[in-house]
């Protein structure tokens, strides 16, 4: 492993000559890089103008590189970002610093988790960040280049390159995972308020994250059969959540959000609701999966095999958003469980 | 200690910290493993190294581990 960082490249370089260069030197996700120009990288750090270049933003283990604003506007370059998106990666890669999130052991892990970027406020739409059709797919650059450069980051910056990140499978989301809430749909508070933040503020939510599971519940419209539907996908042997709690994720589809508002359920209704039915009971889950760590919930009777174990250790610690397009799907994303919390941060704006 | 699995990843997080001669002692992978006996018995393959590891003036250490490359897994496919 190399442990300097990507340098700047002379203008004149060649496209393919600076691409092979950084390939083979493991500055890259495998895809074609921007090659980081002086002139680039000014431009870039212009979106945060009021920020030092050589500013310490955060220090992003295992290598435990420092994150200057520079270094950080170096790897936005590679990853294709516009300079109104640097505020955005930059808040991201302070809630990943932060303790709760347990980036050390994020970036070495053996599980198939990557930080998902949850945007939310006025920023998502200003900068088209995707919050519905396709959210989690292809064709927003928004969406595909900030959560690019917040894995370049990771590894040109923090070192987890695949020699040390040490994840058994990966994850198609390590290349990148951005998506915004699409609060216009949202008939209850966006996930930026229910954490106290105001609505018109900016935020990040980082939540690291494995694969998006579908959910189809196409026939059933009460929202207790429609949690039923959820709940047995969420609850699943082997799901980590299940032996270990944390902040798993549910991305409500615009339609069940409709359906289950309409019917007089509030968010935290669903939260209620998962929360009771999402579970397994202690005697199928004691002897398999993984260890249960040291904030397995207490109200787990362990002398009782029937006691009844849930995803999540409270209501409130199941993520809701919602988002998507027409139809009758909403999205299930597991987590590594309670090492690994979600952190929610301001977006700081110009002059802020 | 680490299991071989994760050795050059041991040895990034040893540089990251600053202790870049940090001994690290190796056992096969992997050590989560149900067989008691097992784990037993790869306990007592290294005992006598971390003792010496733990006991061994730290200039011998830096220069027997200070530049020590662990080999990466075969799963790891080169570039």
Same mark, same amino acid.
């Given at each position: ?19 092979? %260069? ?55 370059? @590679? ?47 200003? +900068? ?21 450069? +917040? ?30 809430? %699409? ?31 579908? @959910? ?5 419209? &009460?929202?207790?059969?429609? @949690? ?8 699943? +042997? ?28 509030? *968010? ?18 004691? =002897?398999?999966?993984?260890? *249960? ?10 002398? &009782? &095999? ?10 409130? =610690? ?10 009758? *799907?909403? @999205? ?21 | ?6 050795? $050059?990843?041991?040895? /990034? /997080? ?8 940090? $001994? ?6 992997? /050590? ?6 097992? /784990? !037993? ?27 020590? !490359?662990? $080999? ?8």
């Amino acid at each position: 492993m190399k442990a300097e960082h990507p340098p700047l490249v002379a203008a004149h370089d060649s496209f393919e000559r600076v691409n092979d %260069y950084f390939y083979e030197r493991g500055w890259s996700d495998g895809l074609p890089i921007v090659p980081p120009t002086e002139e680039r990288v000014r431009t870039m750090l212009a979106g945060m103008a009021w920020r030092g270049a050589e500013e310490v933003i955060g220090v992003i283990p295992p290598r435990m590189g420092r994150a200057t604003l520079h270094a950080i506007a170096v790897n936005a370059v @590679m990853a294709g970002c516009r300079p109104e998106y640097l505020p955005v990666l930059v808040a991201a890669v302070q809630a990943v610093c932060e303790p709760q999130y347990g980036l050390s052991h994020r970036q070495t892990t053996t599980h198939a988790g990557a930080p998902l970027i949850i945007v939310n406020g006025p920023i998502a739409g200003r +900068l088209r960040i995707n919050c519905g059709r396709g959210l989690f797919g292809p064709g927003w650059r928004a969406n595909a280049t900030i959560g690019r450069a +917040l894995r370049l980051v990771l590894i040109n910056i923090g070192g987890a390159g695949p020699e040390v990140d040490a994840s058994q499978h990966g994850h198609p989301g390590k290349y990148t995972y951005c998506i915004a809430e %699409y609060e216009a749909a949202n008939p209850w508070e966006p996930l930026h308020v229910e954490r106290g933040f105001q609505r018109e503020q900016s935020v990040v939510t980082v939540v690291n994250a494995e694969a998006p599971h579908s @959910m189809t519940e196409n026939i059933q419209t &009460d929202p207790r059969e429609i @949690m039923r539907t959820f709940a047995s996908s969420m609850a699943t +042997l082997g799901v980590n959540n299940l032996y270990s709690q944390g902040h798993p994720v549910l991305v409500l589809g615009i339609e069940h959000a409709r359906l289950i508002a309409a019917a007089g359920w509030s *968010k935290r209704d669903v939260q209620q609701a998962l929360f009771e039915m999402a579970r397994q009971p202690w005697g199928l889950v004691k =002897d398999r999966g993984k260890s *249960k760590g040291p904030r397995f919930p207490d109200f787990v009777d362990r002398s &009782d &095999d029937r006691s009844m174990v849930p995803i999540v250790g409270a209501p409130e =610690d199941l993520i809701v958003i919602v988002a998507g397009g027409a139809g009758g *799907k909403s @999205m299930f994303l597991p987590t590594a469980g309670a090492q690994s919390l979600s952190v929610s941060r301001l977006i700081e704006e110009q002059g802020a | 200690m680490i299991s071989t699995a994760f050795a $050059p990843l041991a040895r /990034v /997080v040893a540089e990251g910290i600053g202790q870049s001669s940090l $001994p690290i002692v190796v056992v096969p992978h992997p /050590v989560a493993d149900r067989d008691l006996e097992l /784990v !037993r018995s790869r306990g007592a393959e290294i005992a006598a190294d971390c003792v010496r590891v733990l006991t061994t003036p730290a200039g011998d250490l830096e220069r027997e581990f200070g530049n020590k !490359r662990y $080999p990466l897994p075969a799963a790891v496919m080169p570039r």
